[in-house]
C-alpha cells in the first residue's frame, strides 16, 4: 500500500492563478480531510469529506472548492490563489467503523508545499 | 470554549525527565482520543489512541479523564529524539470533522 499520495510537493503560484492539489488514498478509507499549517502553527481543517459524494466545510474552508467522486481521491481546489494561502497543505484520511461511534486513526500524506507571490 | 485546546509550550526539559502534557476537549460525547506526533516540516504520525482505561506504551503513557474532559499523555525518562511537537485529536461523535489542537512543543536538551 501507498497509503496516502500527495501532488505535488511544491507549488509556486502568482496572485491570481488556480492550482489542483491532488491527494489519493488506498486504503480504501471512507474519511478523507485536507488541512493547512502556516509556519509555527496548528493544523486547520479546510475541508473534510466522509464518504464518496459527500464534501462539508471545516475551520477555514474560503478560497478553496473540493470534490469527492470516489472513495480514492480528494482534490483541493484553489481558484484565485491569494499570498494568504501560502502554507502546508496535508490530506489525510481514515475511517469509522460501520455501526460504531469510534474513529480509526489518520494517516497523513507528505505535505504540499505552496507559495504564492 | 475551543473544541481542543493544548498548551503550545515550548516545554524546555533536559534528557531524562519526566514531562506531561495536557488536552482539554469541549465536546463530552466523543469516544476516540488520539496523540500524534509531528516533526519539523513533516507529516502527523499517530502516536498512542487513549482508551477509557489509559493506555501505555514504553516511555509514553495517554490517560482519558472524562469527568474534567481532559486527555494526557506522560514521557518519562525523555531522549533528544522525542523533541517534536505533540497534537491530539478528539473526534466527535457524530460527524467526520476532525479538530487538532494547535500541538504542544517539546524541546529535549542534552
Known amino acids: 500500500n501507498a497509503g496516502v499520495t500527495q501532488t505535488p510537493k511544491f507549488r509556486i503560484l502568482k496572485i491570481g492563478q488556480s492550482m489542483t492539489l491532488q491527494c489519493t488514498q488506498d486504503?480504501?478509507?471512507?474519511?478523507m480531510y485536507w488541512y493547512r499549517q502556516d509556519p509555527g502553527m496548528g493544523l486547520k481543517l479546510i475541508y473534510y469529506s466522509v464518504g464518496a459524494g459527500i464534501t462539508d466545510k471545516g475551520e477555514v474552508p474560503n478560497g478553496y472548492n473540493v470534490s469527492r467522486s470516489t472513495t480514492e481521491d480528494f482534490p483541493l481546489r484553489l481558484e484565485l490563489a491569494a499570498p494568504s494561502q501560502t502554507s502546508v497543505y496535508f490530506c489525510a484520511s481514515g475511517g469509522r467503523a460501520v455501526g460504531s461511534s469510534s474513529y480509526n486513526e489518520q494517516f497523513f500524506g507528505p505535505g504540499t508545499r505552496l507559495t504564492v507571490l | 470554549r475551543k473544541e481542543v485546546e493544548q498548551d503550545p509550550g515550548p516545554f524546555n526539559v533536559p534528557e531524562g525527565a519526566t514531562v506531561a502534557f495536557n488536552c482539554t476537549y469541549s465536546n463530552s460525547a466523543s469516544q476516540s482520543f488520539f496523540w500524534y506526533r509531528q516533526d519539523c516540516r513533516k507529516e502527523p504520525k499517530l502516536l498512542m489512541s487513549?482508551?477509557?482505561s489509559g493506555n501505555e506504551d514504553g516511555r509514553f503513557t495517554a490517560q482519558l479523564n472524562r469527568a474534567s474532559q481532559y486527555i494526557s499523555l506522560l514521557i518519562r525518562d525523555s531522549k533528544l529524539s522525542d523533541s517534536a511537537t505533540y497534537l491530539c485529536?478528539?473526534?466527535?461523535?457524530?460527524?467526520?470533522?476532525?479538530?487538532f489542537g494547535q500541538g504542544t512543543t517539546l524541546q529535549v536538551k542534552p
Open positions: 486504503m480504501n478509507h471512507n474519511y
Open positions: 485529536v478528539v473526534p466527535p461523535s457524530n460527524t467526520g470533522k476532525l479538530i
Open positions: 487513549v482508551y477509557s
